[in-house]
């Protein structure tokens, strides 16, 4: 279990990760109950987020609380502990559960999907796992919870079961079970050597433990291992072939759990088992840099030739993923702000824009980008809701999006990374190049003259979650801890890896109420 002076007994992670899983009987059981299956799911998002809400006072002070379930082999637990971390990965994915629940039933009911009992118990189970990722203490236990993911969210892949479905479903698992079995031989390997495979801030690798050429293997091992889901190319093909399943699991994917326990897992492996000093003194940061740089422009530009709209969020996706793992590979206390800020931020605003897009999928029946000339006059809050998340991610202010990327910049001149400052400039540019044109062609340009738009909204089930998450992307961009204290949880985790905060900067310097 953790070192940390500060830990405590605690059984609220267990229950936290158990809550919803505990859901999937009685979500079975009301299967020819529609109403009722659903009240399960949302009482279960509740209880969820209510327990992670008690263990943020915790986290604030720097603590730890969590409780050690089996000994799986010597020296190797089966142990949940909530960590300032944890706890920030676990306030997004519950958080943002509540409002996904409520989507999805709008979602679900108006494409009359098949198959609803089904998807939602494995939605359940997939948060439940989500939030095992957030909690876990070691090595062993992340990947337990890490592989329980991918078994979870495949049926939610191949939901429409059509052949791209199918054939998207092969790929996803194919691409995550071959990065769980090299993270795998990572963690066997390590144990091995160091004898340790318990997180600790700031890494618990010894200096010698490993020669040059073999933590270099070590760390691409844990890297291919966490950046399939985390979508750094060349390893993120999978990402854009799931978009073929229902909206609220691109969201789900997207925001939620997939892709974001690939970037935390990044942050774990970072700054809890190699530490910002091993990566620095052995040249791990710039390779990792590398990767991130060349997916964040390579991404970028692909997704201004995308013409169908989820695919072109999917793209977005893989560029925006990269933000959180540059800041962990510049490794200065305000790139790795930045990048535990993205974690939440990018959240907010992305599934923001999948929301909106289900919208206008379900709604109108246009994929297309180049279809949805005029459709903004008919559905104004759904494309407002998808310009807030569209400037956030374009890192324009007073969207969330501009806070992290200010830290993420900062931090590259902190490092001496000028390029890096130039990418994530550019970077910008590109986000505005693919986003705005969606907004403009839905406000600004006439529809043509054939084409068949509904009357107003789509069901209140889809339009009010949008509005909160856009409302919320907004309230985050100008107070970034409230309702939910970020920004202090993201100094309490740079504080105990790098053990400093930011020197040239704080919160009040930029107009940040802490």
Known sequence: MTTDALFQSSMVPLFAVLVSMAAIPAILFSSRMPNLRESWSFLAAGIKFALVLSLVPGALRGESVGITLLEIAPGISFSLVADPLGVLFALVASGLWIVTTA????????????????????????LSATLGIAFSDNLITFLIFYELLTLATYPLVVHKESPDALRSGRMYLGYALTAGLLFLAAAV???VRVGEVSFIAGGFIPEGAFGEGELKLLFLLFMVGVGVKAGVMPLHSWLPAAMVAPTPVSALLHAVAVVKSGAFGVLRVTGFVFGPEMMREHGLDVLLAIFAGATILLASTIALRQDNLKKRLAYSTVGHLSYIVMGAALASPAALTGSLMHLSAHAVMKITLFFCAGAIIVHSHKTEISQLDGLGRRMPWTFAAFGIGALGLAGIPPVYGFLSKWWLSMGSLDSGQGIVLGVFLLSGLLNAGYFFPIVIRGFFRPAAPDAHFPKGEATPWMVVPLCITATLALIFGIFPDFPLPFFEIASR???????ELPQALNA????LAR
Not at 103 to 124: D, I, N, P, V, W
Not at 508 to 511: A, L, M, R, Y
């Open 508 to 511: 009040n310097e930029i107009g």
């Open 493 to 499: 985790v740079v504080e105990s890896v790098m053990g």
């Open 189 to 191: 390997w390590i144990n």
């Open 103 to 126: 989507y999805a039933l709008g979602y679900m009911r108006g494409h009359h999907e098949k198959k609803q009992t089904r998807f939602f118990c494995s939605f359940a189970l997939s």
